[in-house]
């Protein structure tokens, strides 16, 4: 009994070791596999304005994100295309392998790191409400029994859920498709308010000079990664990589300037 015990032990382990290579190799291979296929693939929701979204008058993808990623596929080598995605389904997405990561505004939380593989931080962001600029609303209590709007399946109802005392003041709350559609129905007084990014929200209320503002109060502070397959680290490191680089070389603050008139990156 003891040789048959000492036998499968000695046999699990082999495994558990052959098992670790195995991963290993296939971590490793990320980064060349990418390089194989030819084309980083990054997947969003095209309507996140600045980070990611259709011009108007071509109806091409560009913004923040856009220009980042851009310039790393440019120095790994390969070409960039910008897949847009049901973003109640982006990690299904990524995990199936139509997309190679999730790069667009893309919060980091606790529950999405355990199923993901995420950079540090590039940019930090706040969780707001957006609201009329006549509606009489100054916080976040004045929402008592109003409507209020979010994105589906975003940190923006993340964001709610973790504020139990103001998501119980609610009176009912309306989902979206995007921000953008949330901002209209907002626009026509559909709903009260909208708790979206605040990055988002600044830019949007800049250029389409709507009457709306932000509530001083935030709801969440955050910061937005990039997400990767939980099992493949080295593809994350290498954009992490190149990202830093680009940081180091000016790449990063031309591009910031571009879009946010400052350097907002926290890339280090």
């Known amino acids: ?35 194989a296929r030819g084309t980083f693939i990054l997947g969003l929701d095209d309507s996140f304005p600045p980070l990611g979204f ?3 008058d071509t109806n ?8 980042l990623a851009k310039e790393v596929a440019k120095r790994l080598g390969v070409e960039f295309k910008a897949q847009p995605i049901d973003w109640d389904a982006k990690e299904m997405e990524l995990e199936t392998g139509k997309i190679d990561c999730i790069w667009n505004g893309f919060t980091i939380t606790e529950e999405r790191k355990s199923a993901l593989s995420f950079t540090e931080a590039y940019l930090n962001n706040e969780q707001v409400l957006v609201v009329r600029a006549n509606s009489g609303i100054k916080s976040l209590s004045d929402m008592k029994g109003k409507i209020l709007g979010l994105q589906s399946g975003s940190s923006a109802q993340e964001a709610v859920d973790d504020n139990p005392a103001f998501a119980a003041s609610i009176g009912k709350t309306i989902f979206f498709k995007d921000n953008i ?14 708790v979206m990014d605040s990055v988002v929200a600044n830019y949007s209320i800049a250029q389409t000079k ?5 509530v001083d109060e935030a709801l969440a502070n955050e910061g937005y990664g990039v997400g990767f397959r ?17 940081t180091a070389d000016g790449t990063v603050e031309s591009i910031s300037n571009k879009w946010f008139g400052k350097n907002i990156s926290v890339i280090k």
Do not use: H, Q
Request: aromatic share 4%; proline share 2%.
């Open 210 to 214: 709507k009457p709306f503002v932000v």
């Open 1 to 35: 009994m003891k040789k048959i015990t000492v036998f499968v032990l000695a046999c699990a382990a082999l495994m558990s070791l052959t098992g670790c290579k195995k991963t290993k190799a296939s971590n490793t291979n990320a980064v060349e596999a990418l390089k």
């Open 230 to 246: 939980k099992n493949e680290p080295e593809l994350r490191d290498k954009v992490w990589e190149i990202l830093k680089e680009m």
């Open 54 to 56: 259709r011009d108007n």
């Open 60 to 67: 091409e993808i560009t913004g923040y994100d856009i220009d």
């Open 181 to 194: 559609t949330a901002l209209n129905d907002l626009d026509i007084g559909g709903i009260d308010a909208v």
